[in-house]
């Protein structure tokens, strides 16, 4: 794997938890879908873009056939039962910059004459966020920066297949609340969060073609390619790698393990960044004798 530069090994880290936050080489055209066997059922794990356009779909047949075979869906969050209201307020309270502080403040007088100026390149008015924190403001960037290409959450496959489970009257779970994601970027270093806010504006402007090869990597399924490109550039900054995949990693595996022993068919989907490489939900059900195969 080649060794990026910390700058591009930063900015796949925005596109990563913007995608989020997609063993070795795949052969193309192979989903990213993997099944293993429980005691009454079968389990399905399914690696999930968190967002796209409506051009893509669409999906590959096998999506679709995977998720018509279960019974019930498992996701990172339940977003049948997710509150717009309350995910809102736990956005708020831990986006927003204290009252004695600012964005300005919070990143120092440098950094900010630097974003100020990165930001109205791309059309965007950084006096509208100095309210916010460092991660929140970069968050909302690159937020902003998809959906002027397009890229929407609705049309990701976790709300997709939310959509549809709740038309067809299958059951949603979650692995984890939305405070829990939003509490890993919360918690990085002043340092990080001024970083991860300057590259994130750096790149505005040209993500659209780097986000249409990892699209095109995890539509033909090549694994190889997406843990080069996004999982490599994550393990260059080891604090943000082990807290947004290898912790929650290890946190699903057990709730994932006990599925076996359910009498439904289930289809688990979760961000594809956690169903590859050598830390990945795939290896550590592996490493506990649990035989799991890719289809």
């Not at 590259?199 to 990892?214: F, H, I, R, Y």
């Not at 290890?250 to 490489?277: F, N, T």
Request: glycine share 6%; net charge negative.
């Amino acid at each position: 794997m080649r060794a990026d530069p910390p700058a591009a090994r930063l900015r796949r880290c925005a596109w990563a938890a913007a995608l989020l936050a997609v063993a070795g080489n795949a052969a193309a055209g192979v989903p990213l879908i993997w099944k293993l066997e429980g005691e009454r059922n079968t389990i399905w794990l399914m690696g999930s873009v968190h967002v796209l356009r409506e051009a893509d779909y669409p999906l590959p047949a096998a999506y679709d056939e995977t998720y018509a075979a279960a019974d019930s869906l498992v996701m990172e969050i339940d977003l049948d039962d997710l509150d717009p209201f309350e995910a809102l307020r736990v956005m708020t309270a831990r986006g927003m910059a204290a009252p004695s502080e600012t964005l300005r403040g919070l990143i120092g007088a440098e950094a900010y004459a630097a974003a100020e100026e990165k930001a109205e390149a791309i059309g965007i008015d950084i006096e509208q966020l100095n309210n916010i924190e460092p991660w929140y403001a970069a968050l909302t960037v690159v937020q902003l920066r998809l959906l002027e290409l397009g890229y929407d959450p609705r049309f990701g496959i976790d709300e997709h297949f939310a959509r549809r489970a709740a038309a067809d009257g299958k059951s949603v779970r979650g692995l984890e609340t939305i405070d829990a994601q939003l509490a890993i970027l919360d918690e990085l270093s002043p340092e990080m969060q001024s970083k991860f806010l300057l590259q994130s504006l750096d790149d505005a402007a040209t993500m659209d073609g780097e986000l249409e090869k990892l699209f095109t990597a995890w539509k033909s399924g090549d694994a190889g390619h997406l843990e080069q490109e996004l999982l490599g550039s994550l393990k260059g900054y080891p604090v943000l790698y082990e807290n947004l995949v290898v912790r929650r990693n290890r946190r699903w595996l057990e709730p994932i393990s006990k599925l076996r022993q359910e009498p439904q068919d289930i289809l688990v989907i979760v961000g594809a960044l956690h169903l590859i490489g050598e830390d990945s939900v795939i290896e550590l059900l592996r490493e506990w004798g649990i035989k799991v195969e890719r289809l």
